[in-house]
C-alpha cells in the first residue's frame, strides 16, 4: 500500500469572524501525488493550504501531514515536521530589500545549523546551489538583485525557487504563477511536477488557471464554499462540473483569459520531463 | 540539471564593499574607545562600587520628611518661575527682531522706496544676533550668566531668555512668512507702516501658529531650567546637584520623581493652552 | 474674543508677575550704570579667543574627544536598544514588554546631563561618564523606537519560515530584520546627530569633552580660552548640520 501524505478527516475552519472558510472536508492524498485544487476566488483555497501548511489550526477534525498530527506533537518534532513542508505563496512574503540568493538560501534554513545561518548573512553559503534552482526558473541573472527590484512574476518564480532548494517532502503552491506570463507559467508548473515526480515527493497546488491544472495534474480537487465539489482525474472532470464550479464567475478562468476549449482534459498533455 | 551553469563559480559581488565598510566602521570606532577612556572595568572598581552602591541604595525610600518637602516645592517652584520669566524675555526678544527679519513685512520690498537700503542693512545684523543667540547652548549661556550675575535664578532666566529669544525669533519670522502674506502685502502697497500691516494684515493669520509654539517652547523651557541648575543657576536642578554630591540618593530619588511630574504637569498645561486657543 | 481667552490671558499675566516676583528679579538692577560696566568689562575680558597653537591643538583633542564620545555613546545606545527592543516589541509575551517598556521609559525620561552628573560619580570625571551617559538615556530613546518599528514590521516573512522549520532566532535574522534595518540605521544616524550637539556640553558637569575645557577655562577665569572653546563648539554645530544636510539631500534623491 502507498504511504499517505495528507489525510483531512472532517476538518473544518472558522475564521475569528465567524466565516467558515473549509467545510467538514475529508480527503487523502497519498506520498508523490500530484494535485491540483481548483475554485472560484473566496471558495477557501488558500485557507485549506494554509492548514496544510500547519499555518493556521483547524477548529474541529483530524488531520495528519506526513503522518503526524502537527497539533498534537512536541515544537521539536512539529519543527522537524514543517522542514518536510515547503510552501510557495501567491505574493512570496520575502522582505523587499532582501536580495535574492538569500532569499532562495533562506529555504533550507531550517535544515541547517545556527552557524551555518548566520554566517550565510555574511556570505551566501551556497551561490552554485542557488543559482540553479533560479536557473531552473529561468532568472539566473537575478542571483544578487534586490528583491524589490523584481516584477511580480518574477518575485513568484524566487518564491519558487527558494521551495525548490529547501526539497521538502510536501510542496504546497498556493497560485504560484499568477502574475508570470502564460508561456512561462507552463514552465514553472512544469518544472514543480518533475520536482515532485523526480523526487516522488507530494506537491498540491491551488491555480487559478483551470486549463494548467487539467493539463499537468492528475488529480483535480475542485472547490466551493469550503467543501469539495468534485474530486477526479482530469479527463472525467467534464465542462458542465467546470460551468457549475464557476458559477459565481462570469468565466471559467483560464490562462491569458483565452476561451478554454473545453475538451475532455489531457488533450494537450506534453510528455512530463522535457 | 544543464551543465553549463553547474560550471560557472558565482562570487557575491557585493562581499568587498561590505568588507570595506565594517573594516571602515572598525577603524573609525577603534580610536574612539580609546579617547573616551572606554573601560567598563572602572564600573566594577571595588571602591567605585562601594560607593555607588551605597549611594544607590539610599535611593529608596525617597526622601519625604516635611522639611525637604518644603525645600522642593520652593525649588520647583522655581524652576517654573525661571522658564516663565525667562519666556517672557525671550519674547521680548524675539518678537521685535522677528519683525525686522520677516521679509514680507518689508515696504521697501513692494518698490524703491525710502528706507530701502537701510532695510536690507537692519535685517541682516538681526538676522546673525538671532543665529548667534540660538546656536549658543542654553547651559553654556547658563554657564556665562553664573560668571556674570552670580549663582542664582538670574542666570538661568538671562540663559532662557537669550537662547529661546534666538530660537523664537527665527520660527516668528518663518511662522510670519508662511502664512498667506497677501493680506499683508495689500496693506503694505495701501501704504500702510509696518506695525499697522503687520497688526492688521499678519496677526489674525498666524497667532494660533505662534501661540502654539510659544506653549511648545515654554514646555522645553520648563525642562530646560531644571538642567541648568546643575551649573548653578538655581530650581530643582540645583537641589539636585547639591544632594547629589552629598550622596544622599533618597533625596535624589525624590527630585526625580519630581522632575517626572514637573514634566507631566508642563506637558499636560502645554496641551490645555493649545487646545483652549486653537 | 471669548470669554476664556480672557481668563487665559489674565492668568498668563499673573504668572508672569508671580514668577518675576518670585525670583525677586529686578531687570532694573542688571541696567545701572555699574551693572552694565561690570557685564562691559566681562564681555570685553573675553577677548581676543586665545588662538595660540599650543591651545588649538588642545582644542582639537576635545573636539575629537567630543566627537568620540557621541560615536561610541550612540553606537552603544544602539545596541542596547536593540536588545532591549526585542522584548519591549512583545515577541517574549506581555510582562516581559511591560517591564522592558518602563525600562526604556525609565532611561529616556532622565535628561543625558543628570544621567552624566550620576555617571561621573560612578565612573570618575571623564569621556567615559559623557559616554554611559549619552548611551543610557539615547538607549532609552531608541529603544522605544525600535520597539515600534518592530512592532509595525510586517510579520509574514518570519512566519513563513518558521512554517519551513526555521529557528525563531533566524526566521527573525532573515524574515524581519532585512525591513527593519534601513530604519534602525537612520535612526541611530540621526540621534548621532543630535548626540554630538550633546556631546559638546555635557562636559559641564565634568563628562569630557569640549564642555569639559569650558567649565574649567571659566572656572580658572581664562575667558580668552573660553571663547575659543564656544568659537570650537559652535563651528562643531554647524559643520555636523551641514553635512548631515548634504548627507540628507544626497540619500534622498
Not at chain 1, 97 to 117: E, F, I, S
Request: glycine share 8%; charged share 15%; aromatic share 8%.
Amino acid at each position: 500500500m502507498k504511504p499517505v501524505s495528507i489525510k483531512l478527516d472532517q476538518v473544518s475552519l472558522v475564521h475569528a469572524n465567524g466565516q467558515r472558510a473549509v467545510n467538514n472536508i475529508s480527503c487523502e492524498i497519498g506520498s508523490g501525488e500530484r494535485v491540483a485544487i481548483i475554485g472560484p476566488s473566496g471558495a477557501g483555497k488558500t485557507t485549506l493550504l494554509r492548514v496544510l501548511a500547519t499555518a493556521l489550526r483547524p477548529s474541529s477534525g483530524e488531520i495528519r501531514i506526513l503522518g503526524k498530527d502537527p497539533w498534537r506533537v512536541s515544537r521539536t518534532a512539529l519543527r522537524e515536521l514543517r522542514c518536510r513542508i515547503g510552501m510557495v505563496h501567491q505574493a512570496p512574503p520575502i522582505p523587499p530589500r532582501q536580495r535574492v540568493v538569500t532569499a532562495v538560501l533562506a529555504g533550507r534554513l531550517g535544515h541547517w545549523p545556527l552557524w551555518k545561518g548566520l554566517a550565510s548573512l555574511a556570505y551566501p553559503v551556497d551561490i552554485a546551489g542557488a543559482r540553479r534552482m533560479l536557473a531552473r526558473m529561468e532568472i539566473a541573472d537575478k542571483l544578487f538583485e534586490r528583491c524589490d527590484r523584481l516584477s511580480g512574476g518574477q518575485m513568484q518564480r524566487v518564491g519558487v525557487a527558494r521551495i525548490l532548494y529547501q526539497q521538502p517532502d510536501l510542496l504546497l503552491t498556493d497560485e504560484p504563477v499568477s502574475a508570470v506570463d502564460p508561456a512561462l507559467s507552463d514552465r514553472v508548473i512544469g518544472e514543480l511536477n518533475r520536482e515532485a515526480s523526480e523526487r516522488g515527493v507530494t506537491l498540491v497546488a491551488s491555480l487559478h488557471a483551470v486549463d494548467l491544472a487539467l493539463h499537468w495534474f492528475p488529480r483535480i480537487i475542485g472547490i466551493r464554499n469550503g467543501e469539495i465539489a468534485f474530486d477526479l482525474p482530469p479527463v472525467r472532470v467534464t465542462d458542465a462540473m467546470l460551468k457549475d464550479l464557476y458559477a459565481s464567475e462570469s468565466t471559467v478562468p483560464t490562462q491569458g483569459n483565452e476561451p478554454l476549449a473545453m475538451q475532455p482534459a489531457g488533450v494537450r498533455r506534453k510528455p512530463l520531463c522535457s | 540539471m544543464r551543465s553549463e551553469e553547474a560550471a560557472v563559480q558565482v562570487r557575491d559581488p557585493a562581499a568587498v564593499p561590505r568588507l570595506m565598510l565594517s573594516i571602515a566602521i572598525i577603524i573609525l570606532l577603534w580610536p574612539g574607545f580609546r579617547l573616551t577612556e572606554f573601560d567598563l572595568g572602572v564600573l566594577f572598581d571595588p571602591r567605585n562600587r562601594e560607593i555607588m552602591g551605597k549611594f544607590i541604595a539610599t535611593f529608596f525610600p525617597p526622601e519625604a520628611s516635611a522639611d525637604f518637602l518644603r525645600l522642593i516645592l520652593k525649588a520647583t517652584l522655581e524652576t517654573l518661575a525661571i522658564a516663565t520669566a525667562g519666556m517672557t524675555l525671550a519674547l521680548l526678544i524675539a518678537f521685535p527682531l522677528a519683525l525686522v527679519v520677516t521679509r514680507s513685512l518689508s515696504i521697501s520690498r513692494i518698490g524703491p522706496a525710502r528706507g530701502f537700503a537701510a532695510g536690507r542693512f537692519l535685517r541682516l545684523p538681526a538676522r546673525f544676533i538671532l543665529m548667534f543667540f540660538r546656536s549658543i547652548p542654553e547651559i553654556v549661556w547658563a554657564l556665562l550668566f553664573v560668571r556674570a550675575v552670580g549663582l542664582g535664578p538670574a542666570a538661568g532666566v538671562l540663559a532662557i531668555a537669550v537662547t529661546y529669544g534666538g530660537m523664537l525669533g527665527k520660527v516668528y519670522s518663518e511662522i510670519l512668512e508662511s502664512g498667506d502674506t497677501r493680506p499683508t502685502l495689500a496693506l503694505l502697497e495701501a501704504g500702510s507702516g509696518r506695525l499697522a500691516a503687520f497688526c492688521y494684515g499678519m496677526w489674525p493669520v498666524a497667532l494660533p501658529e505662534l501661540v502654539s509654539y510659544t506653549v511648545y517652547r515654554w514646555e522645553c523651557a520648563v525642562r530646560a531650567s531644571v538642567i541648568m541648575g546643575f551649573v548653578g543657576a538655581g530650581g530643582l536642578g540645583q537641589l539636585m546637584e547639591l544632594s547629589m554630591r552629598m550622596l544622599n540618593g533618597g533625596e535624589v530619588s525624590a527630585i526625580l520623581l519630581t522632575f517626572f511630574l514637573l514634566v507631566m504637569l508642563a506637558d499636560a498645561i502645554s496641551a490645555m493652552l493649545r487646545k483652549a486657543t486653537a | 474674543m471669548r470669554r476664556i481667552h480672557w481668563f487665559i490671558l489674565a492668568a498668563l499675566v499673573a504668572a508672569i508677575w508671580a514668577s518675576f516676583a518670585y525670583l525677586s528679579l529686578d531687570l532694573a538692577l542688571l541696567w545701572t550704570a555699574e551693572s552694565r560696566s561690570q557685564m562691559g568689562r566681562y564681555i570685553v575680558s573675553f577677548f581676543p579667543p586665545d588662538v595660540s597653537g599650543e591651545y588649538l591643538v588642545r582644542i582639537g583633542h576635545g573636539t575629537l574627544e567630543t566627537i568620540a564620545i557621541s560615536a561610541i555613546g550612540t553606537a552603544l545606545a544602539a545596541v542596547l536598544g536593540l536588545v532591549l527592543a526585542l522584548p519591549a516589541s512583545g515577541r517574549f509575551g506581555a510582562a516581559p514588554r511591560a517591564v522592558t517598556r518602563l525600562v526604556l521609559n525609565f532611561l529616556r525620561s532622565i535628561p543625558e546631563l543628570v544621567w552624566a552628573a550620576l555617571m561621573v560619580m560612578a565612573a570618575g570625571l571623564g569621556p567615559f561618564a559623557g559616554t554611559l551617559a549619552l548611551a543610557l538615556h539615547t538607549a532609552g530613546v531608541i529603544g522605544r523606537l525600535f520597539a515600534e518599528t518592530l512592532e509595525n514590521a510586517p510579520t509574514e516573512p518570519a512566519q513563513a519560515l518558521r512554517l519551513s522549520g526555521c529557528r525563531p532566532a533566524l526566521a527573525f535574522l532573515y524574515g524581519t530584520m532585512p525591513n527593519v534595518v534601513p530604519q534602525l540605521v537612520a535612526y541611530s544616524l540621526y540621534r548621532w546627530e543630535i548626540n554630538i550637539r550633546m556631546a559638546a556640553i555635557l562636559g559641564v558637569v565634568g563628562a569630557g569633552g569640549l564642555g569639559q575645557m569650558l567649565y574649567f577655562s571659566l572656572s580658572l577665569f581664562q575667558q580668552q580660552q573660553a571663547l575659543t572653546v564656544i568659537i570650537a563648539m559652535l563651528l562643531l554645530v554647524v559643520i555636523v548640520d551641514g553635512a548631515s544636510a548634504w548627507l540628507r539631500q544626497r540619500l534622498v534623491d
